[in-house]
């Protein structure tokens, strides 16, 4: 990175900050310094590199894919870099690599302390070159420190290194793995996941269960879920301290490997649920079982808006997440706390020495939800800043609404909605404090003027107007729609849109309909490109949010018109900052 050791902790310190300001309800968590990582050089577990036709092994070179060779990485474990280092003279030795090779996954496993690490590779490539890969294959399983060799066979072109079919060739398809020299077993198998160091995973395993043995009373007895569990490590360091676990993982084969190691361990009770952690939890709430604590280690992508307003009703003690992108962490926070789950306190550890990445760990307790921003109040109408992932008005697949919270904190029984703003949409949401003044602000928002800020796939022109009918409660209705492009952000657009109208999905349904819908739109949008936006942008919702009203003076009354603006949700402004670095 170019920084001292010292600066760099600095910067990752920062990175935090930066993810966790635009949110104001995150605002009184502590941010610890990031806990320093030893050693600094030699420390990786895995590397996941690229191999060309002409043998070089590394990673692409930024924006383009070309390989940049990497014989001297200084941070992969030594064991991994002798291996490296053997298959890149063999491919030399053959005047290139294999016709169909393209990548080696290789991580290590530590069974004893006493021992040196063992290694479990897997050489990736192309279906058609089976025999030649085969080969190779065999010649890896010879090398020092490997315990067992797998191909992934892709048949055609791959958007990930990891994709395609799993097949163990040589070894042993499972090896002993451990977080701590004294600590309990697990099973590592090919592609599995491992944290970058060996060291600060252990340490994050440590101020855990520290945090939960306290938070609990100790743990011996207390019923804890953790969901994305992997091949269970952490899991199985718990059930050692007398906990009893029920893991959650996508990946069948790894919950069967850690019930396989808490068998031959003699450990505490322990289950295990294969599914998706969204699906399975709502099953575990439909049978009303109950949890202490609950663990959740997302990927980088962060957890599901669907997941993260169920689990708040596993009624727990406690909720620890731990992270590795801060920006999905303080999006996911702040929907927590809009919940009534807060953290106190931030640690950060430096996982990935020399580079950018940081880990985080905060634990959750149950607390007041988070105040609503309120825009604007008089004797007939309350302005609210609508949060996203919230209806306005009840709907039976979300467990409250808007209106049903500003209806019991503010103790306004009659509050009705003046306009409902989709789930997926924040900003500016008018309620009436007395259903007698429904209709007259109603028709004061018709005549008004509304401005929403979306994200739409393409570029679209700089500007425009959208007339098209939409149906509305079975009749086809006169529709008109003004747009405004504010900033071309890569190949796709900002744009401020002006309905003259309130039809339902009036904006996604006009933007769709020229050739530009609303990124991260699941009902009128672009699968692919909500899918590349989800996980390379964390967006997780529709880019939509209604940034100002205005509506004309009171007719009855003398006045200026009425102003409500709202700043763009920090979840969208994250994702156009993405978009922009």
């Not at 959650?248 to 505490?268: D, G, S, T």
């Not at 996980?535 to 409500?564: C, S």
Request: include cysteine.
């Amino acid at each position: 990175m170019g920084q001292s050791l010292s600066a760099q902790l600095a910067l990752k310190h920062a990175s935090v900050r930066a993810a966790f300001e635009p949110y104001r309800v995150l605002q009184g968590i502590e941010l610890s310094p990031v806990v320093a990582a030893s050693p600094v050089l030699g420390y990786r577990t895995r590397a996941k590199l690229i191999v060309s036709q002409q043998g070089e092994i590394g990673l692409y070179e930024r924006g383009s894919h070309a390989v940049v060779d990497i014989p001297g990485c200084r941070v992969l474990h030594p064991v991994l870099l002798a291996l490296i280092a053997a298959l890149r003279e063999r491919l030399a030795s053959e005047a290139g690599a294999p016709a169909g090779l393209t990548g080696i996954d290789a991580r290590l496993v530590r069974a004893e302390s006493e021992r040196e690490p063992g290694v479990l590779a897997t050489l990736i490539g192309a279906r058609s070159a089976d025999a030649e890969l085969r080969a190779l294959a065999q010649w890896l399983g010879a090398q020092p420190h490997v315990q067992g060799v797998a191909l992934r066979l892709q048949s055609g072109p791959a958007i990930q290194l990891l994709e395609g079919e799993l097949g163990a060739v040589a070894g042993s398809a499972l090896a002993r793995d451990r977080l701590r020299a004294d600590g309990p077993y697990h099973y590592a198998t090919f592609g599995s996941f491992v944290q970058a160091h060996g060291g600060q995973a252990a340490r994050m395993a440590q101020a855990i269960q520290s945090e939960l043995s306290r938070r609990l009373g100790g743990l011996r007895g207390q019923r804890v879920l953790e969901l994305f569990a992997g091949s269970g490590a952490l899991g199985l360091e718990l059930c050692q301290a007398g906990a009893e676990l029920t893991l959650v993982e996508r990946y069948a084969p790894a919950l069967e490997h850690a019930l396989r190691a808490q068998r031959e361990q003699a450990l505490p009770t322990l289950r295990t649920l294969a599914g998706d952690a969204e699906q399975v939890v709502r099953e575990l709430l439909q049978r009303a079982e109950a949890f202490d604590a609950v663990i959740v280690n997302p990927p980088r992508r962060g957890l599901s808006a669907g997941l993260r307003a169920l689990l708040p009703q596993l009624r727990a003690h406690a909720i620890v997440y731990m992270s590795c992108d801060p920006g999905t962490l303080a999006r996911d926070l702040a929907q927590l706390a809009a919940c009534g789950w807060a953290a106190s306190r931030l640690d950060a550890f430096d996982m990935i020495p020399l580079s950018a990445g940081v880990e985080s760990l905060v634990v959750l307790e149950p607390a007041a939800p988070a105040p609503l921003s309120v825009l604007f109040e008089d004797e007939q109408l309350l302005v609210v800043d609508k949060p996203p992932h919230l209806p306005t008005t009840p709907d039976a697949a979300h467990p409250s609404s808007l209106l049903e919270r500003l209806q019991r904190e503010r103790a306004l029984p009659e509050l009705s909605a003046v306009h409902r703003l989709d789930v997926g949409t924040s900003g500016v949401c008018l309620f009436a404090k007395r259903r007698a003044d429904v209709h007259a602000l109603s028709e004061r928002l018709a005549a008004g003027d509304k401005h929403y800020l979306t994200l739409v796939r393409g570029v679209v022109r700089p500007k425009g107007i959208v007339r098209a009918a939409l149906r509305e409660a079975g009749k086809t209705r006169p529709a008109v729609s003004r747009y405004t492009r504010q900033a071309v952000l890569g190949t796709h657009s900002l744009v401020r849109v002006r309905p003259e109208q309130g039809r339902t999905h009036q904006v996604r349904k006009h933007m769709a309909a020229i050739g530009h819908p609303v990124l991260g739109d699941a009902r009128y949008g672009d699968g692919p490109s909500n899918r590349f936006f989800e996980h390379r942008h964390a967006l997780d919702r529709t880019f939509l949010h209604a940034a100002r009203i205005v509506l004309p003076p009171h007719a009855t009354r003398a006045g200026a018109e009425l102003r409500l603006e709202s700043p763009l949700a920090p979840d969208l402004a994250a994702v156009l900052a993405s978009l922009r670095g």
